[in-house]
């Protein structure tokens, strides 16, 4: 549980990608050698990958005579309690996924996505179109409309995976399957019921950092996108 | 000939609900009474979705614009409850479930949802001379309140293609009640076709919508201050109407066109905009009937991107103020309608979002043309009386 108090820390990629955008601000020019930026990212990136899956079973090695005793303790301890901490450890887990999963899209979002350019100065929409023809002069334009980048759709989709998996719970209902549940449940709930105070707090902890972590990548990919938009408020 | 009373059972109900299976119910209600057909609505405390368990209005009988309104206690929800207990209470209805056999996750959703044990007790004991129309069908109170009563159920379900349509109550639901009302072919069509039943058990009523609302475009634009190309959407702003993926494509058109738009929302549920979005979405959060048709009159485009609909309101209201408008193909519904209208255009992906937006901005003359002609559908289909007329025979018999 313990390292199930350490999420991503996004920090670090974070910073990185204000830098290069930072960068993109203040250079107009149409050339900008970031390949060492970019480096810096996807090694953060490879970072956060490394250290995304939070382990509950980390292996007990003990030498000593005493050591081994303590360590049999250990691991008994730890079978009583895997059907509690496996649960939270794996909701976190998928969070940190859907994190990750962010992380890479808005990086390869933001390299996939053209500069923006410049209106053309004429519509593409033609002098003739009417009520008759509207539909085939529609449906001519948006074959010629390039798609909207996959990676671009794959953050919409994805704010909705963070979102589910945001909140890590440290009580859910305790499964019947056979009869012999009902004892195993009543064990269960007397385990939760002495450990909460210990427990709960570090969910909680979890939580507020994970909405934390929610509301910062949201505001990144507005700031990111942001950049892109006309600077003149209206027409 | 039936003289029965005409009882709409709808969880949530009033002049200040929100909703458009309620607004149906109560514009219904108002249409039929004014037709002289007796009715009576049986209702929950609870308002609406927003807050669907929270009481808002007082316990008891009470009138609404000269209908009898009856209220039950709305129940607070168990949380992680798997089984909706509060049905132990009547043996039809755990028969009848025994029966159905419903898997698991369909009693979980159902447990979730807001009821009221007094109000299916109601239906069960007060049956005569009563024939219940419950709208819509998925809450507690239309599935096992139509159980508790097939012989007299009738129902305004509401319904499109959305997992609720799938449970095993729902098909039991709506095999047996008498007759079922729907609001558009396509979904009379998908009724049909999910639940194999006769055609001719699902009367096309339709909807209607207040035809009185001039909306004042220049007075709306002028008091929120609002300036350039605007965009409008009323309802909710959530995933179940594809608020997300309309925010998502709307940047997109900004940022390749390089154009500053207004997205315009209304409605009553929350919504909280990052600085970054308040740059281009305004929301006026849930306004009067004038405001919100002064809201349609000033639009560029309504835009629609909900594939879940049974009708759309807005739809007709958008069109009753002229204005064209921008659906989903994705929704036989609103692409049904637009297409039979010629009130707008429909996109599938982005690049038809982005080039209809392209063809409504750039010519408003067929941007006119297209909201008069959906103006002339709504004045051809939405009259409040033609559709009590036509709910009238489906649940009365009467011509």
Redesign the interface.
Known sequence: MTQSAQPIDVAAVVDALHARIAQHASTNAAHTDTSAELYDVYDALHEMELTRVISAHLPIVNTTVGGRVIGLLQKVTRRLLRWYINPIVEQQNMYNDAVMRTMREIVAAYEANPR????AST???PDT???HN??T???T????????SAH??AL?AL??VRATHQTVHAH??LPVHQPLDHVANGIHKLQRMLLRWYINPIVEQINAHNRATQRAI??LI??I??K???A???? | MSSDIVTIVSTWYGAETAGGAEHAARQLALALSARGVPVEVWSTTARDLVAPTTAYYPEGTSWDAGIKVVRYAVEALAPDAQFPHYVNQFDTLMRIIRECAPSAQELRTVARLAYSSDLLRAIAQHQAGRRFLFVPYPLPSSVFGSMLAPTRSYLLPCMHDEPYAYHALTRWQMRNARTILANSASERDFIVSQYDIPAERVALTRLGIELGVTGDGARFRHHYDIHGTMLFFAGRRDASKNMPLLMLYVQEYMIRRQRMLTLVLSGRDPLTLSRYQQRFIRDIGFVDEQTKADAFAACDVFVHAGTQESFAFVLMEAWLQQRPVLVNAECAVTTAATHESGGGLSFRDFPSFATALDILLATPTLATHMGVAGRAYVLANCQWQDVAARADVAIRGNA
């Open positions: 923006p350019q410049p209106p519509s593409p929409v179109v009417d009520s509207v539909h002069i529609h449906a334009l948006a074959d010629n409309e390039p798609p909207i671009t759709t919409l704010e909705t859910w209902p949201q505001l507005h700031y996108t942001a892109r938009l006309p003149k408020r209206h027409e």
